[in-house]
């Protein structure tokens, strides 16, 4: 029997909708690949890597800036496999190239061996484990697509936290090489046979109402009861309630909300990037110590998944542009009082703003552009769209570096940033949903 036979089977038999088991899959890397190549994570190798090679701290960061300069090549070609093929594939196949390339990185030696090994790791953390897992959330939840949008990334935000906890006591107890190696087959192990097994790419494919509402959760909208008919033919889904426009990718180019998006995610991810890889070095540089510079960074991971929760509360309360220039004045805030920060008390809650918003527009952004343009053609058009998110977290940490030679400090760089958050945080109020399209496309 075919895997979609037996997905299809699984969810006649399941007493709730399926879309869950797909968040559940879809968590699963978003847990346990993403992570390993987050920098929150190489960030602990630093010392013990630099070190014993005796490279530089630039040689070291190079790998991250060439990583995603990949990663911005590859998007758009694995948004189109998304929409075309679905999510299964691409996400086991990404879990398995970051888990190799982890325990390639226990091997490494030369300079060149570990940009061999981290940046295709960096590239598949960037766009396709990025586009496979938001965008099958997306095409099975409408109605309850903030929720299960948060509810992911608070798992992701989870991972974001541990890992490098995780990695730092391995580090501390067995050695780098130890703690790349247990990395990489976690994520091999965890990764790939799940998303393998029970991912797939829209709920009509199996016969399923997106999203259903009334009658419980199960809704199945098939033309026999046969489970294998079902899985080899999938009856046509009327939208309905769920009805959404399903733009192209030619139509949401000559959209003005695509724009104003895409130059907001530039601006947004410049300040996280930039902000969250500085801020302890620079609570370090005001007299901190570096334990307690620790903490607050931790504050600024942590403050996402309360964040999360009160995004997607919101979300179908008040207009998405609104939202996303509120989560972007909270950055704003948090970025400049960071850089005037140098102690605990300040500090703190200027992490957890910080974090707060940087949830919000992670979440945010995710559920705007479903809702904005539909689902049928969602991977190709985030496939356009994520190198400006890419680009602005390439470019963060580079800049907050060059002014602070310059200036000597972080209260510039961060105040910059703040600035630049807010002047975004307007322009993206001027993102009015598209125009709806008349009702011809079925999934």
């Given at each position: 029997?075919?895997?979609?036979?037996?997905?299809?089977?699984?969810?006649?038999?399941?007493?709730?909708?399926?879309?869950?088991?797909?968040?559940?899959?879809?968590?699963?890397?978003?847990?346990?690949?993403?992570?390993?190549?987050?920098?929150?994570?190489?960030?602990?190798?630093?010392?013990?890597?630099?070190?014993?090679?005796?490279?530089?701290?630039?040689?070291?960061?190079?790998?991250?800036?060439?990583?995603?300069?990949?990663?911005?090549?590859?998007?758009?070609?694995?948004?189109?496999?998304?929409?075309?093929?679905?999510?299964?594939?691409?996400?086991?196949?990404?879990?398995?190239?970051?888990?190799?390339?982890?325990?390639?990185?226990?091997?490494?030696?030369?300079?060149?061996?570990?940009?061999?090994?981290?940046?295709?790791?960096?590239?598949?953390?960037?766009?396709?484990?990025?586009?496979?897992?938001?965008?099958?959330?997306?095409?099975?939840?409408?109605?309850?697509?903030?929720?299960?949008?948060?509810?992911?990334?608070?798992?992701?935000?989870?991972?974001?936290?541990?890992?490098?906890?995780?990695?730092?006591?391995?580090?501390?107890?067995?050695?780098?090489?130890?703690?790349?190696?247990?990395?990489?087959?976690?994520?091999?192990?965890?990764?790939?046979?799940?998303?393998?097994?029970?991912?797939?790419?829209?709920?009509?494919?199996?016969?399923?109402?997106?999203?259903?509402?009334g009658g419980g959760d199960l809704v199945l909208r098939r033309q026999s009861t046969d489970t294998e008919n079902v899985a080899a033919k999938p009856a046509p889904?009327?939208?309905?309630?769920?009805?959404?426009?399903?733009?192209t990718v030619r139509q949401a180019l000559r959209t003005r909300a695509f724009w104003i998006l895409a130059i907001f995610s530039v601006f947004g991810f410049v300040?996280?990037?930039?902000?969250?890889?500085?801020?302890?070095?620079?609570?370090?540089?005001?007299?901190?110590?570096?334990?307690?510079?620790?903490?607050?960074?931790?504050?600024?991971?942590?403050?996402?998944?309360?964040?999360?929760?009160?995004?997607?509360?919101?979300?179908?309360?008040?207009?998405?542009?609104?939202?996303?220039?509120?989560?972007?004045?909270?950055?704003?805030?948090?970025?400049?009082?960071?850089?005037?920060?140098?102690?605990?008390?300040?500090?703190?809650?200027?992490?957890?703003?910080?974090?707060?918003?940087?949830?919000?527009?992670?979440?945010?952004?995710?559920?705007?552009?479903?809702?904005?343009?539909?689902?049928?053609?969602?991977?190709?058009?985030?496939?356009?769209?994520?190198?400006?998110?890419?680009?602005?977290?390439?470019?963060?940490?580079?800049?907050?570096?060059?002014?602070?030679?310059?200036?000597?400090?972080?209260?510039?760089?961060?105040?910059?940033?703040?600035i630049v958050v807010a002047v975004a945080a307007v322009m993206v109020l001027a993102a009015t949903p598209p125009a709806p399209l008349p009702q011809d496309n079925?999934?």
């Open positions: 029997m075919s895997l979609s036979r037996l997905r299809a089977r699984l969810a006649q038999r399941l007493p709730f909708y399926y879309g869950w088991v797909i968040l559940f899959a879809a968590s699963v890397p978003s847990f346990g690949s993403r992570p390993v190549m987050a920098v929150a994570t190489l960030s602990v190798f630093v010392v013990p890597m630099t070190d014993e090679f005796d490279w530089s701290r630039g040689q070291f960061s190079g790998a991250v800036s060439l990583g995603a300069v990949f990663g911005l090549l590859v998007a758009p070609f694995a948004g189109r496999l998304v929409d075309r093929y679905g999510s299964g594939i691409m996400l086991a196949a990404s879990a398995g190239v970051v888990g190799i390339c982890a325990i390639g990185l226990s091997l490494t030696s030369p300079v060149w061996s570990f940009y061999a090994m981290y940046v295709p790791g960096r590239a598949v953390f960037s766009a396709p484990l990025e586009l496979g897992t938001s965008t099958v959330v997306s095409n099975w939840f409408i109605r309850r697509r903030p929720s299960a949008l948060a509810c992911m990334g608070i798992i992701q935000s989870i991972g974001l936290t541990i890992f490098p906890v995780l990695a730092q006591v391995m580090i501390n107890g067995w050695g780098w090489r130890t703690a790349w190696l247990a990395l990489g087959v976690f994520t091999i192990s965890t990764g790939v046979i799940p998303v393998l097994l029970l991912m797939a790419r829209r709920p009509e494919d199996m016969g399923l109402e997106a999203d259903p509402t889904v009327s939208l309905s309630q769920n009805s959404e426009s399903n733009y300040v996280q990037a930039g902000v969250s890889l500085h801020q302890v070095p620079h609570y370090i540089g005001q007299g901190v110590d570096i334990r307690f510079a620790a903490v607050l960074a931790s504050i600024f991971a942590f403050g996402q998944v309360p964040g999360s929760l009160f995004w997607s509360f919101w979300a179908r309360r008040v207009p998405l542009r609104f939202l996303l220039a509120a989560a972007g004045g909270i950055m704003a805030v948090g970025a400049i009082g960071t850089g005037y920060s140098g102690t605990l008390a300040v500090g703190l809650p200027m992490g957890f703003l910080l974090g707060a918003g940087v949830g919000g527009i992670q979440m945010l952004l995710r559920l705007t552009w479903a809702d904005y343009y539909g689902r049928l053609h969602l991977g190709s058009i985030r496939g356009l769209t994520l190198p400006a998110q890419i680009g602005g977290q390439a470019m963060g940490p580079t800049i907050a570096g060059f002014m602070f030679d310059a200036t000597g400090g972080y209260r510039t760089p961060f105040t910059v940033f703040g079925e999934l």
